[in-house]
């Protein structure tokens, strides 16, 4: 790192440059002016290092082996052949013909250049190992000094001609040399390239000779070191991460900078008070990156050696890398799309930051009976803009952060009740954020509110011919306060609900599935929102009424089984999708003769008359009617089956939903459609087949995107049905593909949760 030039010959008379500086802040007092001012670069490239060697004369160094030099205090940037095209790390000059810069490797072998005509003409000295090169500082024409990584330590006496190491090892990154004087140096970086590896620093005494490790504990990778004395120290890197020695770094004490998210590239002091650092997003790292992300930059500002740490105001929308002090006020800033950014008053711009704002309301331990509360406090002298946090604890762990208030007040709604919130408030002026007001608490004892009115979703009022199992859906109801909402649903056959056929005021989801109800039927449904015991008002009342039994479509009947047994009893079972509940009649004729049999709660009829004779005879199912065709069973023997052994016992079904016997056999193969549908959680797909044939039964969502495979084999001839359990799939509308040979034929489904 280079805090200046070395030569002092090269700066006014003490007693010219006391009189300068006296002129530049007599000038400030009188104007608040922008004191950086941006230069014109002349590159897009993302720039490392700047240095001068007086007042007119300076380098920078930066991306794809960038070199560019100025003649006139940075008005005007004249690029320099590098003749490589590696990104360039750092450069250093001892005076204006003599300088040498740094970079990644090129051929097997890490970069130092070396320039005697102020850089008309790089020549490569190169560092005789394979190991990228991050900082270089001569100490005179003759002594230099270069790290790199794999904990590569270089030094020169002969002007870059020869490059001796003087650490032995693996795995350490180097990126920054401190020399304090001749002999005594610091080096910072961290163990292994990766971010979140430990912090390094390295010091001698006694020119590299002999090195004592400084510091390895600690949560992150430095990246910069500086020193205002032999004593008093501070280093920077990964995450914000700020440590100060006032001990000569036999001890650490962690700093808090505010900047969790960035990469603090560069850390300066001035002296013992005044210090400044610079850096940016933490998501790409500066030496492995085809260009830096275009993120927040970091200037940070302090005023009492560290303690606390100052945001100052963006000067570009670029990230920076570098801040560099030619003399006390005289500062450089370099970084991404050729930044270069100039202060020739950095004394001045050292501001008082704003006083602590006073707080006016709400009232230290006040209670506050609503969601919602204002915060106001005094207006202070110079502030541009006010930063106000609350948060449910004292340390703003979690906070919720407003920073860029311009008024003195600020509403928040939506507190949580029965809450203890802690609040606090800070302003800035056009240079710093200052110190936080006192702490304040507030507790929220908000009283129990109304529920809104429920809106009612589906199904839409006035449908027809809706058919069991029906889901009834509406929306949610939130409440300030309250994490108990639940929901009263009412079903009436009357407009006016003066009847109840069925209510449930425990309900939690936002559904209700009605799995039953009589045919032919007009039915009323309205929903409420309670919270702890309080109604809110109800919802509109929705009308929807199911089919007549003679409209239901013969998708209602999935199967007809029957068989004989040996003794002459004939057993009959139907199995109906949307037929009502348990006790509805299910009617079969057998030739000609009428016989009753109930649902049971599995919606299955078993039907068992005995005293047939042998032979065929004719069964016929009446209600609900004209569904199927007759079906003819012998008795004797089990229809389809020609063992003899009675397996009238068999008639029921399988997991899947097949039955064991089918002697009503389809004329085509057909997707037959879903139900329910809308559905939750679960629903049916219904298919026949004509013959024995391959089927592929798949789900896709509405991306297109295969959800899950239902079938996917070979079938016989007969009627089928297989379940969809959604229950890991969101709510939403998806689709099925029914493929059987070359016919493929698709549905929607649509889940309601």
Same mark, same amino acid.
């Given at each position: ?56 004369? %300076?380098?920078? !160094?930066?991306?794809? $082996?960038?070199?560019? +030099? #100025?003649? @006139? /205090? =940075?008005?005007? *940037?004249?690029? &320099? ?21 740094? %970079?990644?490797? !090129?051929?097997?072998? $890490?970069?130092?250049? +070396? #320039?005697? @005509? /102020? =850089?008309?003409? *790089?020549?490569? &000295? ?21 790290? %790199? ?605």
């Amino acid at each position: 790192m280079q805090q200046s030039a070395r030569p002092s010959n090269n700066r006014p008379p003490p007693s010219i440059f006391l009189i300068l500086c006296l002129l530049l802040l007599g000038l400030n007092s009188l104007s608040h002016a922008e004191t950086w001012t941006l230069k014109n670069s002349g590159t897009d490239q993302l720039l490392h290092d700047i240095v001068f060697t007086d007042p007119r004369n %300076g380098w920078a !160094v930066g991306r794809t $082996g960038v070199i560019i +030099h #100025t003649t @006139d /205090g =940075g008005e005007s *940037w004249t690029p &320099q052949v590098s003749n490589v095209t590696v990104p360039l790390h750092s450069v250093d000059f001892v005076d204006s013909l003599n300088g040498w810069a740094v %970079g990644l490797v !090129v051929n097997n072998e $890490g970069t130092i250049l +070396h #320039t005697t @005509d /102020g =850089g008309v003409n *790089w020549v490569w &000295q190169g560092n005789g190992q394979r190991t990228a090169m991050y900082d270089i500082e001569f100490l005179d024409l003759q002594t230099g000094i270069a790290v %790199g990584g794999e904990s590569l330590i270089l030094r020169t006496t002969d002007e870059g001609e020869t490059w001796t190491n003087l650490h032995e090892g693996t795995g350490i990154f180097f990126w920054d040399i401190e020399c304090i004087d001749d002999s005594t140096w610091y080096i910072a970086g961290q163990y292994n390239i990766n971010p979140g590896r430990p912090p390094a620093m390295f010091h001698t005494t006694d020119a590299g000779q002999t090195w004592s490790v400084l510091a390895e504990d600690g949560d992150w990778g430095l990246q910069s070191v500086s020193f205002t004395d032999p004593l008093n120290g501070w280093a920077a890197g990964w995450f914000g991460e700020i440590i100060h020695t006032t001990d000569g770094g036999e001890t650490w004490a962690p700093q808090e900078s505010g900047r969790t998210d960035e990469i603090l590239f560069e850390v300066v002091f001035r002296d013992q008070n005044i210090g400044w650092t610079v850096g940016g997003e933490r998501g790409c790292q500066l030496w492995d990156c085809d260009s830096l992300l275009a993120a927040p930059n970091v200037l940070l500002l302090t005023t009492d050696g560290g303690n606390t740490w100052d945001l100052q105001p963006p000067l570009t929308d670029q990230l920076y890398v570098k801040i560099y002090f030619y003399s006390p006020d005289t500062a450089w800033i370099v970084g991404d799309g050729g930044t270069i950014l100039r202060t020739t008053d950095a004394t001045s711009v050292i501001p008082a930051s704003p006083n602590q704002p006073s707080l006016l309301q709400p009232t230290d331990s006040a209670v506050v009976t609503q969601d919602s509360v204002t915060f106001l406090w005094q207006s202070e002298s110079g502030v541009e803009a006010y930063w106000v946090e609350y948060d449910t604890t004292s340390t703003f762990l979690s906070s919720v952060i407003d920073s860029t208030l311009t008024d003195t007040s600020n509403t928040v709604v939506g507190l949580e009740d029965n809450t203890k919130f802690w609040w606090r408030v800070r302003g800035r002026n056009a240079f710093a954020w200052g110190p936080f007001s006192e702490l304040r608490q507030f507790f929220v004892d908000a009283p129990l509110a109304t529920p809104d009115s429920v809106i009612l979703l589906q199904p839409a009022d006035g449908v027809t011919n809706q058919l069991t199992p029906l889901t009834l859906v509406w929306g949610s109801v939130s409440l300030f306060g309250s994490d108990s909402i639940c929901f009263h649903l009412q079903l009436s056959t009357e407009p006016a609900f003066s009847s109840i056929l069925l209510q449930d005021s425990t309900l939690i989801d936002t559904t209700y599935q009605l799995d039953s109800l009589d045919f032919g039927g007009t039915y009323y449904w309205r929903v409420r929102a309670l919270s702890a015991g309080i109604p809110g008002p109800w919802s509109e009342g929705r009308l929807f009424t199911t089919p007549d039994i003679s409209s239901i479509p013969c998708l209602v009947v999935s199967r007809l089984l029957g068989g004989c047994r040996p003794d002459g009893t004939l057993v009959l079972a139907v199995a109906l999708v949307n037929f009502k509940h348990t006790g509805d009649n299910v009617v079969i004729a057998i030739d000609g003769v009428q016989y009753l049999g109930q649902m049971g709660s599995n919606r299955r009829a078993q039907i068992s008359v005995p005293g047939f004779a042998p032979g065929t005879h004719t069964v016929e199912l009446v209600n609900p009617g004209g569904c199927l065709d007759p079906v003819n069973i012998s008795c004797g023997a089990l229809a389809n089956r020609d063992d003899g052994e009675d397996e009238s016992e068999s008639l029921e079904w399988d997991d899947e939903g097949e039955n064991l016997l089918e002697p009503d056999l389809p004329a085509t193969t057909d997707l037959l459609g879903s139900y329910p549908n809308p559905f939750n959680s679960v629903t049916t797909i219904a298919f026949q087949l004509a013959e024995q044939i391959r089927v592929d039964l798949r789900i896709f969502d509405i991306l297109g995107r295969e959800i899950e495979t239902i079938v996917n084999e070979e079938l016989p001839a007969g009627r089928y049905s297989r379940t969809w359990t959604a229950t890991a799939h969101a709510s939403g509308l998806y689709f099925y593909r029914f493929t059987v040979g070359n016919s493929v034929l698709t549905g929607k489904l649509i889940q309601v949760k």
